[in-house]
């Protein structure tokens, strides 16, 4: 690493969040309370990237792109739930085009991840299962995955699951597109 002038730089970390915006109200905050908001932030990125990072490596493994991911957890629920689904539920749940789903669905068919069957009550219309095979890996990857996650949320107390869940939902608000992100 390049050794910078101003300082010892490798032993030095990389904060992702800027600690002097202008946009920040720091208002009754002690400089301890300002740090300890920048190090929730930083463990959140560091888990969006953790998360990412198994995200990734669950779509190499199952050998899909994202969206088909997207569309066999759904498919997956629904079927955990005696819920039928369509191409068009897929297409809600992707957020793709008609012939975007079209391709996403014969791609799952030829990789033998998903069956087309006839819905039970409407002959215009195929159903979609996800198979046993692709049923059994996403358990035995996915699955445990979530099993661990589960672990670490029962593992605090009630009160600081209270605590997190009113956080994340604050987060939600927080990412809703505002001004001129919203109207793009």
Known sequence: M????????????????????????????????????????????????????LSEASNRYMKLNESDMRAIRMMIRAQDQDQLVTPKDIAREVGISSASTTKLVDRLVAGGHVIRVPHPNDRRTTCLEVTEATRRSAHDTIGRQHARRFAAVAAISADERAAVIRFLRGMVDADAPQGELASS
């Open 2 to 53: 390049h050794k910078s002038t101003r300082g010892r730089a490798e032993e030095k970390e990389i904060r992702y969040f800027a600690a002097d915006s202008d946009l920040i109200d720091r208002t009754g905050l002690s400089e301890g309370e300002i740090d300890q908001c920048y190090r929730v932030l930083e463990a959140l990125r560091e888990w969006q990237v953790a998360s990412r990072t």
